[in-house]
C-alpha cells in the first residue's frame, strides 16, 4: 500500500501561498555561519550561499532554512544586528532567483524575524519556543506566517543540558500542549511541531523519539525532524557527521513511516532517494 493514502492531509499558509503536504517536503539547511558544527564557513559568503541554496533545490529541496547563528555546544553568541549583517541580502535573492521555493528564517530573534519579514521570508523556524525573546510570539503573529515550534530547555545557556525525564516523549508532548495553546492564544495560525533532536536529549531518549515519532503532533499538527548530522547519531558509532549518511537515512525512513511531514537536512539528495523510496511503498 502507498503510504501516502495513510498520511493525514496539512496545509500552511505561506504568505497567501496554500503549501499542502500531502507527501512529505525536504528543507535543506543554508548555515551563513563560520562556526557550524558540520558545515561552518562553508556558505557565509553570499556568492557561496546561493549556489548552495541553488545545488539544494536542484536536489529537491522544496524550502531553504537559512540561519546566520550556530547553536552547537560553546558557539559564539550572536546579536540580532549581527544576524541581520550576516543574512544581508541572502534572503531576497534567493527569493528573485527562485521565486517558487519557501524560504524558513533560523533565528530565536523577533527583530531578525521583522527583518526576514521585509525580505520575503516564508516560514519562521525559531529553536527556543519563543523563550529566547518575549517578543517572538507577538512578532510571529503579526507576520501571519507559519511558525516552527521546537522542543528546548527554557535558556539559551542550558539549551545543552541534559533534560531529566523518565518520559522524554511525555515531556515533549507536554511542552508542545503549552506552546501550542499561547501560540493560537496570541493569533499564529499555522504550527509546525519540532521534537528537538540535538537539544538536551541522551542518546537513548532520542532513540526513543525515533520510535515514537507517531505520538507527537497530536495528529493536527504536522511534525518537522531534524536529525540531519546529530551527534546522538555518529558519536555511538565512532564516525564524522558527515559519514552516517546511510545510518540517517534508516532512520527517515522510519520517521516518514510514522507521519513525518518535513526533513531538515544537509544532504538533499539522499533525503529525497528516501523520500521517493517511501512514497513507492
Do not use: W
Request: glycine share 8%; proline share 4%; with cysteine.
Amino acid at each position: 500500500m502507498n503510504h501516502a493514502s495513510k498520511i493525514i492531509p496539512h496545509s500552511l499558509n505561506c504568505n497567501g501561498k496554500l503549501i499542502l503536504l500531502e507527501t512529505p517536503k525536504i528543507m535543506g539547511i543554508l548555515n551563513l555561519t563560520p562556526d557550524s558544527f558540520s558545515d561552518g564557513g562553508q556558505f557565509n559568503d553570499e556568492k557561496s550561499a546561493l549556489q548552495h541554496a541553488e545545488k539544494m533545490i536542484l536536489e529537491g529541496a522544496e524550502i531553504i532554512d537559512i540561519g546566520a547563528q550556530s547553536t552547537r555546544p560553546k558557539a559564539e553568541f550572536l546579536s540580532s544586528d549581527e544576524e541581520i549583517r550576516r543574512i544581508g541580502k541572502v534572503i531576497s535573492k534567493i527569493k528573485k532567483e527562485f521565486p517558487g521555493i519557501l524560504v524558513s528564517l533560523d533565528t530565536f530573534y523577533a527583530e531578525t524575524v521583522n527583518f526576514g519579514f521585509d525580505e520575503g521570508i516564508d516560514l519562521i523556524n525559531d529553536i527556543s519556543g519563543g523563550q529566547f525573546d518575549q517578543k517572538m510570539f507577538e512578532t510571529v503573529a503579526n507576520t501571519g506566517l507559519p511558525y516552527i515550534l521546537m522542543h528546548i530547555n527554557p535558556s539559551y545557556d542550558k539549551m545543552h543540558q541534559k533534560i531529566q525525564s523518565k518520559d522524554i516523549t511525555l515531556e515533549i508532548n507536554r511542552y508542545f500542549f503549552e506552546k501550542k495553546n499561547e501560540l493560537l492564544k496570541t493569533g499564529v495560525k499555522d504550527i509546525i511541531f519540532d521534537p528537538g533532536f540535538g537539544f538536551g536529549k541522551t542518546v537513548e531518549d532520542q532513540m526513543r523519539m525515533i520510535d515514537e515519532t507517531e505520538y507527537f503532533g497530536f495528529e493536527r499538527f504536522p511534525l518537522l525532524i531534524g536529525i540531519s548530522r546529530k551527534s546522538f547519531i555518529y558519536k555511538p558509532l565512532g564516525k564524522s557527521p558527515s559519514d552516517i549518511n546511510e545510518e540517517t537515512q534508516k532512520l527517515h525512513l522510519k520517521v516518514l513511516q510514522k507521519g513525518a511531514k518535513i526533513l531538515r537536512v544537509h544532504d538533499v539528495a539522499e533525503a529525497k532517494k528516501t523520500i521517493d523510496l517511501f512514497l513507492q511503498k
